[in-house]
């Protein structure tokens, strides 16, 4: 149960949090924006909403089969943490910064996108723990 609300927070961040943190001057709303600037940050907040929802899918997928269980967890976590890898990674590219000049320094999304992925993961260990405690014994 854990298992599942760590995965729902996790995707909940992913589906909310783009268009909380950019739908706004500092992005999407930014007159200095060029189109192909404005294209891309509203792919990466579809890309969010996507993954969070395929997220939610494979978390509470409907199936009595524990071991099918135990891999639609899995890919929960994998679509779970996506978005916030790709988003740590972000800084790494050439001329990239966290923030636009005029609104601030630092990567203050390090902190955000770290939480949700480690609780996207935790949240995949915990409940396939479970399910494999429910797993029978082949002898």
């Known amino acids: 149960m854990l298992g599942n609300i760590l995965l729902s927070i996790s995707a ?6 783009p268009f909380i943190a950019d ?13 192909h600037a404005r294209f891309h940050n509203g792919q990466t ?13 494979y978390a509470f997928r409907p199936t009595a089969n524990v071991i099918v269980k135990q891999e639609s967890i899995k890919t929960a976590a994998v679509f779970g943490t996506l978005y916030w890898v790709t988003g740590l990674s972000a800084i790494l590219y050439p001329g990239s910064k966290g923030m636009d000049p005029e609104f601030g320094e630092g990567f203050p999304q390090f902190w955000m996108f770290s939480i949700f992925a480690l609780c996207s993961l935790m949240g995949s260990y915990l409940e396939t723990r479970q399910l494999k405690s429910q797993t029978p014994k082949v002898e």
């Open 45 to 57: 907040m579809s890309m969010g909403l996507a993954l969070g929802l395929s997220s939610l899918y």
């Open 23 to 35: 739908f706004n001057e500092t992005h999407v709303m930014n007159p200095r924006w060029p189109p």
């Open 12 to 17: 909940l961040g992913q589906i909310l949090g």
